[in-house]
């Protein structure tokens, strides 16, 4: 069973175009995040959920527009897409853990978005 | 100054040698610090934490955390070629707080 799962693998669209990226997490995890990696291998955060509430929110443009239905799945809807955008975008999520110390992320497998 | 620093090598050392990573950072208030590994074109892989100042060890690896030198570090012994990857270091203060990912340093093990 994968533990954190992304959908979809590969994404080739077009400028202009809106998508969507789906992330569940069968681990039990309260903390669901979203991360851009983008060409030089930079990871950036840009969204963290912990149990459907947004904890943090980056400086994101606002095309950018997360939701979680549920503590175990955190989506990522794109508007109006644009050449920049293209990059691995990668969900993770954590244990909440009780105290100050964070017990490291479990990645997803990334979504590899090209805008053409 | 970048939050997180790595050097961006790439780093080669043959194999069977000690591989050492270093990584600094800027804000004295982090108290988590972790130590991911990235095979190209997959995503990142836990394979270290540590919270508390000294030396931690885990098989090949052992990461040194010096607080008062804002310094963490990766030391892989008896380095392997399926250790070439990019090492990336991560830093974060509180647990909802957003944890830092430096730029990664790419090592390569030469058979």
């Known amino acids: 069973d994968t533990a954190v799962s992304q959908t979809p693998k590969y994404l080739v669209t077009q400028m202009g175009n809106d998508k969507s990226i789906k992330c569940e997490q069968n681990?039990?995890?309260?903390?669901m995040y979203w991360y851009k990696q983008d060409s030089k291998k930079f990871l950036k955060i840009m969204f963290s959920y912990n149990n459907k509430e947004l904890i943090i929110n980056e400086t994101v443009p606002n095309r950018f527009s997360p939701k979680s239905p549920d503590k175990a799945h955190l989506n990522l809807h794109i508007n109006s897409l644009e050449l920049g955008d293209s990059a691995v975008y990668f969900c993770?999520?954590?244990?909440?853990?009780?105290?100050?110390?964070?017990?490291?992320?479990?990645f997803g497998s990334g979504t590899r978005l090209t805008v053409v | 100054q970048k939050e997180v620093e790595q050097n961006s090598g790439p780093l080669s050392v043959p194999e069977g040698a000690i591989a050492s990573l270093n990584c600094t950072y800027s804000d004295r208030g982090s108290q988590s610090f972790f130590w991911y590994r990235q095979y190209s074109g997959k995503s990142p892989e836990l394979i270290m934490s540590i919270y508390s100042n000294g030396d931690k060890e885990d098989g090949r690896f052992t990461a040194q955390l010096n607080k008062a030198s804002q310094y963490v570090s990766l030391l892989i012994r008896d380095s392997q070629p399926s250790d070439s990857a990019t090492y990336l270091c991560?830093?974060?203060?509180?647990?909802?707080?957003?944890?830092?990912f430096g730029p990664g340093t790419s090592l390569s093990v030469i058979p």
């Open positions: 993770a999520s954590t244990a909440n853990p009780s105290g100050l110390y964070d017990y490291g992320y479990t």
């Open positions: 681990l039990g995890h309260d903390t």
């Open positions: 991560a830093v974060g203060k509180t647990s909802y707080d957003k944890v830092i």
